[in-house]
């Protein structure tokens, strides 16, 4: 009997030692095809980022920091400081090239199953605000997507079970924008349960630290834009931007920014700082520094002192810029701008940040939108209703709370005799020039002031508004272009056939590898795909 008792312990034993190592195993060697949960507080953070720039194991820089380096070509925020490059051309992506592509990257693989997995657990935890969080960001996500992209996948994303996709209208993806924008709002709302401004601002650190009436501001602001880049449209509704707008972010208090650790890490850093070295060849263009300077025609003769924020200066103290695809052509030595870390012209790189100013220093926030965008948006749905007493004051606010913005928050490695006060800014404001009376307030005015206080973060919403006005239109029975002065590249790329740039196509390594019917039938494997004028701009 003794004998059996120790055979059956010794078999017990057995067995608990195996299902002990079984258990291990199958922790450290978890199934990959299986879904892993994971606390939501961990999955937002990463999530975030995709509005500026991520990086994963599986790639990087997805987000809109990345297309803006390009996209900030079409609109002349800046260009290379040399010659033949296609985007300075207006060109698009080529060949088996992945540029273009990280805000598509950044919606369907960064934010993609990620959002999903905190709304349905988010959901089953009854953290609303998580739930709400995660709709706002999605809703941001489909906007800016269509706006780069125009038709894209919308029925049928984020479904594994399939292999090909069908592209859907960018109508509709407007109409999601909205009921996704309503859903974030919904859940922003409530309140009790699982809802925690201290638990939110573990996943939320670094944009607004948990602060749901901030998230809100957001929503509402994305909604705004959703209607105010319809302007085009017989069905364009002032009444609803303005309502939204309203709603949104109208303190900088407010602003939707996102922060930086700062580490030693790179992707701790911005973007667009010297450590991540990813503007190194940019400079400023002709266009910008004219309209800072006072050489361009509609401004002529101001000299803005948010140039020394914006832009960089030349050995002389003045302020110049490049024309695209010109390199130094036209620009003698001594005219040339410093780069944006305050190396010379032909300088790609920096020791460090000390010289750099504004969204291209390491620690900057960088701004994803602002209380001054909103206001712009209100000025132009104001001056569009027929309302230009109360469109002068929404254009006043937008130019005020640009430069308090700056003044608050880059003065860094501003040279003190050269920084915003209120002084400065009172006599800028005063000009008849930039703020004239109210009956002759134009378009022009208000579009020309939003593009400088959206410049360098906000390279994006400023080409869809380019866009609106086919970058260079009139207002009726106002002489010259709303965007005075501005000169599309003379040497387009040679796929554009002598046409403007409208869209970046699809992402390669996504897309042209496996859904090419779908492409085929909406015309993306055209050489001039990219110059195909997108729904929300045409009339």
């Given at each position: 009997m003794k004998n059996k008792i120790n055979c059956i312990l010794t078999f017990l034993t057995l067995s608990t030692i195996a299902l002990s190592c079984h258990k291990k195993i199958d922790e450290v060697h978890l199934n990959p095809n299986a879904s892993v949960r994971v606390p939501i507080e961990q999955i937002l953070p990463g999530v975030i980022?995709?509005?500026?720039?991520?990086?994963?194991?599986?790639?990087?820089?997805?987000?809109?920091?990345?297309?803006?380096?390009?996209?900030?070509?079409?609109?002349?925020?800046?260009?290379?400081?040399?010659?033949?490059?296609?985007?300075?051309?207006?060109?698009?992506?080529?060949?088996?090239?992945?540029?273009?592509?990280?805000?598509?990257?950044?919606?369907?693989?960064?934010?993609?199953?990620?959002?999903?997995?905190?709304?349905?657990?988010?959901?089953?935890?009854?953290?609303?605000?998580?739930?709400?969080?995660?709709?706002?960001?999605?809703?941001?996500?489909?906007?800016?997507?269509?706006?780069?992209h125009g038709e894209v996948i919308l029925k049928e994303a984020f479904n594994p079970s399939q292999r090909v996709f069908a592209y859907d209208e960018q109508k509709e993806v407007y109409e999601e924008v909205r009921r996704v924008g309503k859903l974030a709002i919904e859940n922003l709302n409530k309140t009790g349960e699982g809802?925690?401004?201290?638990?939110?601002?573990?996943?939320?650190?670094?944009?607004?630290?948990?602060?749901?009436?901030?998230?809100?501001?957001?929503?509402?602001?994305?909604?705004?834009?959703?209607?105010?880049?319809?302007?085009?449209?017989?069905?364009?509704?002032?009444?609803?931007?303005?309502?939204?707008?309203?709603?949104?972010?109208?303190?900088?208090?407010?602003?939707?920014t996102m922060k930086f650790e700062n580490s030693g890490i790179s992707g701790t850093k911005n973007f667009y700082g010297p450590t991540r070295g990813n503007a190194g060849a940019l400079r400023q263009t002709a266009f910008i520094a004219d309209l800072l300077s006072g050489a361009n025609s509609r401004f002529m003769g101001v000299a803005d002192p948010r140039a020394i924020y914006?832009?960089?200066?030349?050995?002389k103290g003045t302020f110049r810029g490049v024309r695209p695809n010109k390199g130094t052509d036209g620009l003698a030595v001594d005219d040339r701008p410093q780069n944006f870390w305050g190396g010379s012209f032909l300088t790609t790189t920096a020791a460090n940040d000390a010289n750099a100013r504004y969204i291209f220093k390491d620690a900057a926030p960088f701004p994803i939108i602002t209380a001054s965008e909103v206001q712009f948006m209100k000025a132009e749905a104001q001056y569009r209703k027929g309302n230009k007493t109360?469109?002068?004051?929404?254009?006043?606010?937008?130019?005020?709370?640009?430069?308090?913005?700056?003044?608050?928050?880059?003065?860094?490695?501003v040279p003190a005799d050269k920084q915003i006060t209120s002084a400065n800014k009172a006599t800028f404001l005063a000009n008849p020039i930039v703020v004239p009376v109210a009956n002759r307030l134009t378009l022009s005015h208000i579009m020309l002031q939003k593009y400088i206080a959206l410049y360098g973060y906000a390279p994006?919403?400023?080409?869809?508004?380019?866009?609106?006005?086919?970058?260079?239109?009139?207002?009726?029975?106002?002489?010259?272009?709303?965007?005075?002065?501005?000169?599309?590249?003379?040497?387009?790329?040679?796929?554009?056939?002598?046409?403007?740039?409208?869209r970046a196509r699809p992402r390669y390594n996504s897309e042209y590898l496996y859904n090419v019917p779908e492409l085929t039938r909406i015309g993306a494997l055209e050489l001039d795909y990219h110059t195909k004028e997108q729904w929300f701009s045409q009339k």
């Open positions: 980022t995709n509005m500026h720039a991520n990086s994963s194991a599986a790639g990087g820089g997805y987000g809109t920091a990345n297309d803006g380096l390009y996209i900030g070509r079409y609109v002349q925020f800046w260009a290379t400081n040399t010659t033949n490059n296609q985007f300075d051309r207006m060109g698009g992506a080529t060949g088996g090239s992945d540029l273009l592509g990280n805000v598509w990257g950044a919606h369907y693989y960064g934010m993609g199953q990620n959002l999903n997995r905190i709304i349905e657990w988010g959901t089953e935890e009854k953290k609303w605000d998580y739930v709400g969080v995660a709709y706002a960001i999605r809703a941001f996500s489909w906007l800016t997507l269509t706006n780069v809802v925690s401004k201290e638990n939110l601002a573990k996943g939320d650190k670094y944009f607004y630290n948990g602060d749901v009436e901030k998230w809100k501001k957001f929503v509402y602001s994305v909604l705004a834009r959703s209607y105010n880049q319809l302007s085009n449209k017989a069905d364009y509704k002032p009444d609803s931007v303005l309502f939204y707008a309203n709603l949104g972010i109208n303190s900088n208090a407010n602003n939707a914006l832009i960089r200066e030349n050995t109360e469109a002068l004051e929404a254009y006043k606010n937008g130019i005020s709370l640009n430069f308090d913005l700056l003044s608050a928050e880059y003065n860094a490695s994006i919403e400023t080409w869809v508004d380019m866009r609106r006005f086919h970058y260079i239109d009139s207002e009726t029975g106002v002489p010259g272009q709303v965007y005075a002065d501005f000169i599309p590249p003379s040497d387009l790329f040679s796929d554009n056939n002598q046409k403007l740039v409208y």
